[in-house]
């Protein structure tokens, strides 16, 4: 049983920067991959990061300007966003699975899920 709960979502000029958590409660946090994904009004739950102990993986229109990272003594997941862009609007949800062999970047391959925190990039 996994319970993920987001924060710090809000409205950033273009060009800002946010930071976002997730707290999970789950018993051997370290034992799950963490990712970031986000949606779009009218558009499909896109992948934005995820981390596996220390490797990392980026979709290609985040990457450079957005870091995923980890507290596992914490059971935090975070999602440092710079350089926003009008684009970035979306409601960004936390997800969990067991750990496996690679990153999934799906989001078939996630069984667990917050409610989602809404971030609204302003031009």
């Known amino acids: 049983q996994v319970q993920l709960v987001e924060s710090g979502g809000g409205l950033v000029q273009a060009g800002g920067s946010l930071t976002l958590s997730c707290a999970a409660s789950?018993?051997?946090?370290?034992?799950?991959?963490m990712g970031w994904f986000r949606q779009a009004p009218g558009k499909e739950r896109e992948f934005v990061a995820a981390i596996l102990w220390s490797n990392t993986v980026y979709a290609d229109s985040v990457k450079g300007r957005f870091t995923i990272s980890r507290d596992n003594a914490k059971n935090m997941v975070y999602l440092q966003m710079n350089n926003l862009k009008p684009e970035d609007t979306a409601v960004y949800y936390c997800a969990a699975n067991t750990v496996g062999l690679r990153i999934p970047r799906s989001r078939n391959e996630y069984d667990y899920w917050g409610q989602g925190t809404q971030v609204t990039v302003s031009s």
């Open positions: 789950v018993r051997s946090f370290s034992s799950y991959v």
